[in-house]
C-alpha cells in the first residue's frame, strides 16, 4: 500500500492534534459507503453528520479519522485527527497537497460541459503521464479540496473541476487549487436564480482566472457573447490567454466543424499549425469541448498528435450525451438509438442535444410504424430564474425542431414549451417523470432515435431507466 498521508504530515496540515497510534493513509474517503480499506475519513456534516458514521469508518479499515470532535461509540485510544473545523482541515489537505507535488493542475468551469471537458482532458492526459482528476461531478466547496487531498505527490497532471450556484464560489476554490490552466468551456443561461443577469454569470466564471499562478494559462470560449468578459478577466490574471470557438479572433481557431450522426470533425488552426481532430460523439457542443482539450494538452506541454488521436477515442458519458443502441427485439433485429443526456440543461445545451438529434438518421422498415421518427423527451430546466417559462417556450423555436417527430414534455416548466408546440409534434406532457417511466414502452418504436434531456432534479433519468429496460440484447444465447 502507497501511503498518500502519514499522522505527521496530515497534522501538520491541518494544524490538528493526533490522537491514538500513527497511521498511514492510501487515501481520503468522506463517504463510509464507498470506503475502501487504507482510506483516512473526513468527518464531513453535510445532509448527514459524519461524525456519526466514525466508527463504521474504522471498523471498515480506516486507519484514522478527522474530525471535529471525539465522535460517540469511538474508543479512547482510537486514531483520531482532531482540528476545529473538518472543512477547514480538509482544505488544509488539499493546500499541502497541492504545495509538495510539481504537476501541471488544469482547472475547468462553465455552464456546461464540465463534465464532459474533464473527462475528455482527463483521458488525453492520461495516456501522456500520470494523471489524477475529479471524481465524477466533484466540483463543489468539499468536492475540489477532496479531490486535491487525493492527489498522489508524483502526479504528472491533475485536472480540477470546479462548479457554482451562488456568486463568489469559484474563485476561491480556483485559488486553493492554484492552476497553471484555467478553462471556461462556455457561459449560458443556468443558476440565473442567483444572479440579475448572463454578464453576472459570466463575471463568476471568469473568477477562476484569479487562481492562475503567475504564468498562467487562461482558456475561454470566444463565441459566447459574454467573451469580453472573459477575455478581461483573462487579461488581469493570466499570463496568456487563449480564446477558442469558431470566431474569427479565436486563437484556437476551428475554421470548419463536420457534425455526423456518430462523431464531430474539427478543422482549425493553433499557435501557426493546422490541426484536424475527431471527436467520437456527435455534438457541437462536444467539438468545442474538444477544442478547449486540445489547447489545454499542448499548452501543458503533451504530445499534440497523441492528444488528437486520444480525442477520437473518447465517448460521452452516461447522462451526458451517451447513445446506446437498445435491442426492443434481438431476433428481428429491432432496435432503437438512446441519447442519454439527462444529467443537466439549459437554453445552451438543450440546442446543443436538439442538433444531435437532428443529425442522427433513424432506421427505416422497422417497427409497428415502419417509419423511424426522431423524438424528444425532455424535462424540465432548473434554475433559470424569473424568465424560466419564457425560455422554456423559446424552445419551441429551435430549427433543429423541423426535423422532430414528436416532443414529450416532463415537468411544470416544461408545459410551457409543449403548449407552445406545433400541434402535430405535442407528444405526452407529464406533470412528474415517474408518469411517463411508465408510459415508456408506449412512447417508442423499433427504429427511432430518442433523446432524453433535462436537469437532474427533473427526474428525467427515471424515464432512461424505463427505457434501458426494454432492452433485450441480454437475452441473446439464453
Not at 490538528?16 to 487515501?27: R, V
Not at 432496435?335 to 443526456?341: F, M, Q, T, V
Not at 422498415?365 to 426522431?374: D, E, K, S, V
Not at 400541434?423 to 430518442?450: N, P, Q, Y
Amino acid at each position: 500500500m502507497t501511503a498518500l498521508w502519514n499522522s505527521e504530515e496530515a497534522a501538520r496540515a491541518t494544524g490538528g492534534t493526533l490522537s491514538g497510534p500513527a497511521w498511514s493513509a492510501s487515501g481520503v474517503s468522506i463517504d463510509t459507503r464507498t470506503l475502501n480499506p487504507g482510506d483516512l475519513f473526513v468527518a464531513l456534516k453535510d445532509v448527514r453528520d459524519g461524525h456519526d458514521f466514525v466508527a463504521q469508518a474504522l471498523e471498515k479499515g480506516a486507519p484514522a479519522a478527522l474530525v471535529s470532535r471525539w465522535p460517540e461509540g469511538v474508543a479512547a485510544d482510537a486514531p483520531l485527527l482532531v482540528v476545529d473545523d473538518v472543512l477547514k482541515g480538509l482544505e488544509g489537505l488539499a493546500r499541502a497537497a497541492r504545495n509538495r507535488t510539481s504537476a501541471r493542475v488544469i482547472g475547468i468551469t462553465g455552464s456546461a460541459g464540465k463534465t464532459s471537458t474533464k473527462d475528455m482532458l482527463a483521458r488525453v492526459l492520461g495516456h501522456q503521464g500520470k494523471t489524477h482528476a475529479a471524481e465524477a461531478s466533484y466540483n463543489n466547496h468539499w468536492g475540489v479540496p477532496l479531490t486535491l487531498a487525493r492527489m498522489p505527490v508524483d502526479t504528472d497532471y491533475a485536472v480540477i473541476e470546479i462548479g457554482m450556484n451562488h456568486p463568489g464560489e469559484i474563485a476561491p476554490l480556483a485559488k486553493l487549487a492554484r492552476l497553471d490552466v484555467a478553462i471556461v468551456t462556455t457561459v449560458a443561461p443556468a443558476h440565473l436564480e442567483a444572479f440579475e443577469n448572463i454578464e453576472g454569470i459570466a463575471a463568476e466564471k471568469a473568477s477562476i482566472f484569479e487562481g492562475l499562478e503567475p504564468e498562467g494559462v487562461a482558456i475561454f470560449n470566444a463565441d459566447v457573447e459574454t467573451a469580453p468578459i472573459l477575455n478581461a478577466a483573462a487579461k488581469a490574471h493570466a499570463a496568456r490567454r487563449i480564446g477558442f470557438g469558431e470566431h474569427g479572433d479565436a486563437a484556437l481557431r476551428a475554421t470548419n466543424i463536420t457534425l455526423t450522426d456518430a462523431a464531430s470533425v474539427v478543422e482549425g488552426r493553433f499557435a501557426g499549425a493546422p490541426f484536424l481532430l475527431k471527436v467520437g460523439a456527435p455534438g457541437r457542443h462536444f467539438a468545442m469541448n474538444a477544442l478547449a482539450v486540445f489547447g489545454a494538452a499542448k499548452v501543458v506541454g503533451a504530445d499534440p498528435d497523441v492528444a488528437a488521436c486520444d480525442i477520437g477515442h473518447w465517448r460521452a458519458p452516461a447522462g451526458r450525451g451517451q447513445r446506446e443502441t437498445l435491442m426492443l427485439d434481438p431476433v428481428e433485429d429491432m432496435s432503437i438509438e438512446l441519447i442519454d443526456d439527462a444529467f443537466n440543461a439549459n437554453p445552451a445545451s438543450m440546442a446543443a442535444a436538439f442538433e444531435v438529434l437532428a443529425a442522427i438518421q433513424p432506421q427505416q422498415g422497422q417497427g409497428r410504424i415502419a417509419t423511424g421518427r426522431r423524438i424528444a423527451i425532455l424535462g424540465d430546466m432548473l434554475e433559470l430564474g424569473p424568465d424560466e417559462t419564457a425560455m422554456h417556450k423559446e424552445l419551441a423555436t429551435h430549427p433543429a425542431l423541423e426535423h422532430f417527430q414528436r416532443v414529450d414534455c416532463v415537468g411544470p416548466r416544461m408545459h410551457a414549451l409543449y403548449k407552445a408546440l406545433p400541434v402535430e409534434k405535442r407528444g405526452h406532457w407529464a406533470e412528474e417523470a415517474e408518469s411517463l417511466a411508465k408510459e415508456a414502452h408506449r412512447l417508442i418504436d423499433a427504429g427511432d432515435v430518442v433523446l432524453v434531456k433535462g436537469s437532474k432534479g427533473s427526474r428525467v433519468s427515471l424515464v432512461v431507466d424505463a427505457l434501458r429496460k426494454l432492452d433485450r440484447a441480454v437475452d441473446k444465447g439464453t
